[in-house]
């Protein structure tokens, strides 16, 4: 609402104005990234666990949001918060992942069936055919977790040795 009485004015001053309140929002909100972050990061150190995240690129053309939370949404620096995990984690010696999104709040983490009627409202998860209900956020996050697990197989998987030939040589 500030804002837009400002950009109305069409000066410099309204100008000059627009840009003190736009770093004033970018250091508030990278602020609330890091310390976010660092919570994070101080949680799963503490309890020996490490942090999945979907991978966040794109998010402001995969999601619809109600025209209020819409400026809210392409304000906020997601990409950021996920830079500061990810630093902070490789400090502190935390695993950290980052896993596909596709379909994580639309598959049921009990049975694997991925359909877009398991999500009846925005907010409610019921899978059409095993009944697993609870909210979105619950399952989408379990699902995250799921796929971190089983991708943090193949991140630490050691390299197997090269295959030598019998007879030692490599000639045919």
Known sequence: MARRSVR???????RRRLSRRK???QRHATHVNHVISKEI??????TGRGIAVEELDGIRERVRLRRDQRATLSSWPFHQ??????????R???????????????RCPRCGH??????????????????LAGPADVVAGV???DRA???WVFVTMPVPPPVQPEGGRCDP
């Open 81 to 90: 918060l996920g830079q500061h995990l990810a630093y902070k984690a490789r």
């Open 92 to 106: 502190a010696g935390v695993p950290f992942l980052e896993v596909d999104p596709a379909y994580t709040s639309q």
């Open 23 to 25: 770093c004033k929002e």
């Open 114 to 131: 991925t359909e877009r009627a398991n999500r009846p409202t925005r907010d409610r998860f019921c899978c059409r055919r095993c009944g």
């Open 143 to 145: 699902n995250v977790r």
């Open 41 to 46: 990061v101080s949680v799963a150190q503490r």
């Open 8 to 14: 109305r004015k069409k000066t410099r001053s309204a």
């Open 149 to 151: 697990r089983s991708a």
